[in-house]
């Protein structure tokens, strides 16, 4: 049975988007990864919005939105090292 949006608590409403934001920031985060700075702010904001959202609710949405956004943060160092230690 599907939960209309708009009976939802305010708040409630407010942490299952920022939980949608966060798991897709932190896709877009690794794609994102191969230019450096982009792959570092989706990263960052992408962790930001699902701490928010752990904050008020805990759904496993918002928890691999910020484990996405981790993987992401560390992909982007790791290719961003890479860059600088090979670069002709």
Do not use: H, Q, W
Not at 13 to 18: M, Y
Not at 29 to 55: D, E, N, Y
Not at 59 to 80: E, P, Q
């Amino acid at each position: 049975m599907e939960v209309d949006p708009n009976s939802l608590d305010p708040e409630l409403r407010t942490a299952k988007i920022l939980a949608l934001a966060s798991a897709a920031l932190g896709l877009m985060s690794l794609c994102l990864a191969i230019i450096p700075v982009c792959g570092g702010v989706a990263s960052v904001i992408g962790i930001v919005t699902g701490l928010f959202s752990l904050r008020t609710e805990n759904t496993k949405t918002a928890l691999a939105g910020v484990i996405l956004s981790i993987f992401g943060v560390v992909v982007t160092i790791v290719y961003s090292l890479f860059l600088y230690f090979f670069k002709k």
